[in-house]
């Protein structure tokens, strides 16, 4: 009797192992949507963009962006988190999800467990940036200002618990200086009082700030990666400027719902990781100043985590709240 028993529960085993794989050798017989969860035009749905043009090719079947804004990226996040686990629908996941684990009370989901990450697609460091006249040349100059007139310098962000002010926080928790934080609704806006000099420093993607750097109207001090950006190759690397914690890149990456068979995950990898390394889609990328990476599924949830838990204890840390 225990051997009849052992029998089904094998033959359900291997039934169940053969039905995933013959899934995902059809895989896809429809279209695909990837749910990014802001607005269209952000690096984010740039991204899932240009990934999707490829995969349409690839793939002989389309995949549509289905920007589902609102609550910071609650309103797309619990979006993929419900949808069925069958491969046809992807999250565009970026920093900012990392970030919410640890900032938003009572997600409707679980950020470790809701997912299973695909792939890291791209990355791109943040660049510390001043208002030129402001008296520092390089972050040991700014740390010295800082700490002569406590509270004097201001740094702007693009809201509570955007990456623009967590980056600065851990700038400030790791040299332990008093500078204020002035929080705007958007990029846009912190970046015209930051060149007017209402607000004297950000911490922002190179991708954001790199034009204003180029046309002098603001100063980097240090790119937060472990070597120079080749954008910026007269800048320090956060650990040449004696800042070795900061290495602080912004990076989207793509997941699945939890429970998607693992052969779809593969499949969508693969081609995720060919999508990347055309010709076409590595120009579209480096003119934005982000680096093609396109890791594996095992790597991409290594990162996602080890950032849940830094930004978490950064947000604990600065006793922040979301808004």
Request: glycine share 8%; net charge positive; hydrophobic share 45%.
């Amino acid at each position: 009797m225990r051997s009849c028993t052992g029998f089904r529960a094998i033959s359900a085993s291997v039934l169940s192992l053969l039905s995933a794989c013959a899934a995902a050798q059809a895989y896809p017989s429809k279209a695909i949507t990837v749910i990014v969860p802001f607005a269209t035009g952000g690096s984010t749905d740039i991204v899932a963009r240009i990934v999707g043009q490829e995969l349409t090719t690839s793939f002989g079947k389309p995949v549509l962006v289905d920007n589902r804004t609102g609550g910071g990226g609650v309103v797309g996040w619990s979006a993929a988190a419900r949808a069925a686990p069958d491969g046809y629908t992807v999250l565009a996941q970026e920093l900012s999800f990392a970030i919410a684990a640890g900032l938003i009370p009572n997600l409707p989901f679980d950020a470790r467990k809701s997912f299973a990450p695909i792939t890291i697609a791209v990355s791109v460091p943040h660049v510390l940036v001043v208002n030129p006249l402001v008296r520092a040349n390089n972050v040991r100059e700014l740390v010295a200002l800082a700490k002569a007139s406590p509270g004097k310098l201001f740094y702007g962000s693009g809201g509570n618990g955007t990456n623009t002010h967590l980056g600065s926080e851990l700038f400030k928790n790791l040299e332990g200086v008093d500078i204020v934080h002035v929080p705007y609704k958007g990029a846009g806006a912190v970046l015209q009082d930051l060149l007017g000099g209402q607000v004297q420093m950000l911490v922002s993607s190179l991708t954001t700030v790199l034009p204003h750097i180029k046309a002098g109207k603001l100063r980097a001090l240090v790119v937060t990666s472990d070597k120079r950006a080749p954008m910026l190759p007269d800048v320090p690397s956060a650990p040449e400027a004696g800042l070795p914690r900061m290495v602080m890149l912004f990076w989207v990456g793509f997941a699945a719902p939890a429970g998607t068979p693992q052969a779809i995950v593969d499949r969508l990898n693969r081609e995720i990781t060919a999508a990347l390394a055309t010709t076409d889609s590595r120009k579209r990328l480096s003119d934005l100043g982000l680096d093609a990476v396109g890791s594996t599924s095992l790597q991409a949830a290594k990162l996602v985590d080890e950032e849940i838990q830094r930004w978490s204890a950064v947000i604990k840390a600065a006793n922040i709240k979301a808004d």
